[in-house]
């Protein structure tokens, strides 16, 4: 998708660059959504603009024109290749050259790598030796969805940048911008919770439809289980759609959860609080906590991604739901 505007948050998070503009690494580490990728090629033509200091964005030189036709020479990205799953050896190997050779227009080369989690562990030994020596000039940006689970060595040679899901008054203007449809934004953003980038294709994609049929989905599969195997096959079919419903089914677990819990105003989801507000009256509080677990563990699994058979590993959690608080177990 293609956005009409720059995106107007992360003003704090520049000021980090700014403060440190003569380091070569920074880790850009955020959820998925929230807009990682467009602010890092923001920061990659503000490093390569040779017009204005501090990772400021002319928009009149040389550089920037280039940059914006996609095409500059000393701008390199790194990324999973089309049916791969991981950035190998083979993908560091390339950028060493260009690495060590001077910058075609005399000022600053920036490598992009995204995702850093998805770098094989030969090829983060590679790069490791590349964040030791770093030549002078380059900029290595790298982003980041796992941040835990990088390696302590990559770690510990940049600059850690933690970007989080921006305030609602931010996202709204920008959301106008961006489409015709302004009447879908405020359950677009309730659905994304929150995050910019997800709320964008969600009013694109009418979003209340897929919330229609993941509340009749999961009502369903909780009174009787007869949709098992419908859910367990045609959920997987959109990958996208499937892990927004998890996050759906860990939501309504954490509503179940605040009723159990909490007393007085319980800021639940009030298309699925009639379903929430029964369960906590009938279960225990450890089945809701259990089941939560698995279905972020699910979550995170898929979200990565696998070579497990995704209808198995759904089945086996819908499974886990059926048993633990459906009403025919």
Not at 38 to 56: M, Q, R, V, Y
Not at 120 to 129: M, N, S, V
Request: charged share 25%.
């Amino acid at each position: 998708m293609d956005y009409k505007d720059k995106i107007p948050w992360f003003e704090d998070e520049k000021e980090i660059f700014k403060k440190t503009f003569n380091h070569h690494a920074y880790i850009l580490e955020g959820p998925k959504g929230i807009g990682k990728n467009l602010f890092t090629l923001e920061i990659a033509k503000g490093f390569l603009c040779n017009s204005k200091p501090n990772i400021e964005i002319c928009n009149e030189c040389q550089s920037c024109h280039i940059f914006n036709e996609f095409n500059h020479p000393d701008f390199y990205q790194i990324k999973t290749l089309e049916e791969k799953k991981q950035i190998s050896i083979n993908q560091i190997k390339e950028i060493q050259e260009p690495l060590y050779e001077s910058s075609f227009l005399g000022f600053n080369k920036v490598f992009i790598i995204n995702p850093l989690d998805k770098l094989t562990k030969e090829a983060f030994d590679a790069f490791l030796k590349n964040l030791e020596e770093p030549p002078a000039n380059s900029i290595f940006l790298l982003v980041s969805h796992r941040y835990q689970s990088l390696p302590l060595t990559i770690k510990s040679r940049c600059i850690h940048i933690s970007l989080h899901v921006p305030k609602t008054d931010l996202i709204k203007p920008w959301l106008k911008k961006q489409t015709k449809h302004k009447e879908k934004i405020e359950s677009a953003l309730l659905f994304s919770k929150g995050k910019p980038l997800v709320a964008a294709e969600m009013i694109n994609l009418d979003v209340k439809d897929t919330r229609i049929s993941f509340i009749k989905d999961i009502s369903e599969l909780i009174k009787t289980g007869n949709n098992l195997l419908q859910i367990s096959e045609q959920w997987p079919k959109d990958k996208d759609a499937m892990l927004l419903k998890l996050e759906w089914m860990s939501d309504l677990l954490m509503d179940c959860i605040r009723h159990k819990l909490l007393i007085g105003n319980r800021e639940t989801f009030q298309d699925t609080d009639v379903i929430s507000s029964y369960l906590s009256n009938i279960i225990e509080t450890e089945k809701f906590f259990s089941l939560l677990e698995k279905t972020n563990s699910f979550w995170s699994l898929f979200y990565s991604e696998t070579n497990l058979r995704t209808d198995y590993q759904l089945r086996a959690l819908l499974i886990d739901w059926m048993e633990s608080i459906g009403l025919a177990r």
